[in-house]
């Protein structure tokens, strides 16, 4: 059965959209020379972060068997064998060879798979480690990233990939839906362009080089924070009508900025003629922090317009007139 069809629209200034800040990790501080990131105790930290990133080549690991969870070696006999065995000299072996060999899962990642969570290696173009402590916060804008994703396409295959269900599986999107990405008013932007054929949105043509606070609105850093014009709420009408008047999309998902989500979706539910959904979304926590209400929040809106029962209530609207 073919997947109904979802239009999800990037709208400003939208926390949901925005990710963690990206800091160099304690692995490339130890590769590069760089004094590595430490705790208030002056001790460094016991773990890296891990971010969402692609592998470029396959690459075969070792899992340690019953390190998922503590109690599963308790329950050993409920498992099947593992793939095999490393030595003392961390050689591979598919049967025991000494006391001390570790059982171990084989598996080859490959970057297909899609995103893994690894440690972030990226440093300055001067060689110094991203910090956290005021490398971008007061910087000119031309050194500043932007930490906001230019469309929902991100932020959903993060979801999609690394979020797990009750049931204790993935895919809490795909499995329901497709998507189209539409970057009606977004919270990110390309300041040198991007060609046609690297576009995650819809949209026709490359995308000319865009300026902070005209064709892209994010609140950090704080002193660059512009927030949009109210003549673009035109341009935002028309991207969702055009959508939505398609009849491709079983409904719409708007992802904005929690002071002015309900305002935009009150004048879209005004001026957007369509008799399918458009659910509002905002988070309180960028993507990635602990406590992150924004993700389970879009689980929910594709739940909600899935299950069609927004549908039973238009009609019986519709009939109580």
């Given amino acids: 059965m073919e997947k109904p069809k979802i239009a999800v629209f990037s709208g400003p200034t939208a926390t949901i959209q925005n990710s963690e800040p990206l800091v160099t990790s304690n692995k490339a501080r130890e590769n590069y020379g760089l004094p590595p990131r430490l705790i208030p105790d002056g001790t460094p930290m016991r773990f890296d972060v891990l971010r969402a990133q692609r592998l470029a080549a396959p690459v075969t690991v070792y899992i340690e068997q019953f390190s998922a969870h503590p109690l599963e070696r308790d329950a050993a006999e409920l498992y099947a064998p593992p793939d095999g065995y490393l030595d003392s000299s961390g050689v591979f072996h598919k049967q025991p060879t000494g006391p001390n060999d570790k059982a171990v899962y084989a598996v080859t990642l490959r970057p297909e798979d899609g995103l893994y969570p690894l440690p972030y290696m990226a440093r300055q173009a001067n060689g110094q480690p991203w910090e956290i402590d005021g490398t971008e916060k007061n910087a000119p804008a031309e050194l500043c990233r932007v930490p906001f994703f230019p469309d929902g396409s991100r932020l959903f295959e993060e979801i999609d990939r690394l ?105 879209l539910n005004l001026l957007i003629d369509t008799h399918v959904p458009i659910v509002g979304n905002s988070s309180q926590r960028p993507h990635g922090a602990i406590g992150n209400d924004g993700d389970k929040n879009i689980v929910d809106s594709v739940d909600y317009i899935t299950s069609k029962i927004w549908s039973r209530l238009y009609r019986r609207g519709c009939d109580s007139r």
């Fill in 163 to 267: 979020g797990i269900s009750d049931e204790g599986v993935g895919c809490l999107l795909t499995a329901k839906a497709d998507f189209d990405f539409y970057r009606a008013l977004p919270s990110g932007g390309y300041a040198k362009g991007r060609a046609f054929g690297e576009r995650t949105d819809v949209g026709e043509g490359d995308i000319p080089a865009e300026i902070r606070g005209t064709d892209f609105f994010p609140y950090r850093p704080g002193y660059l924070r512009n927030e949009p014009p109210m003549a673009a709420l035109a341009r935002v009408t028309n991207v969702v009508q055009q959508a939505l008047h398609s009849g491709k999309y079983l409904g719409g998902i708007w992802l904005e900025g929690s002071p002015f989500v309900e305002e935009t979706i009150y004048w």
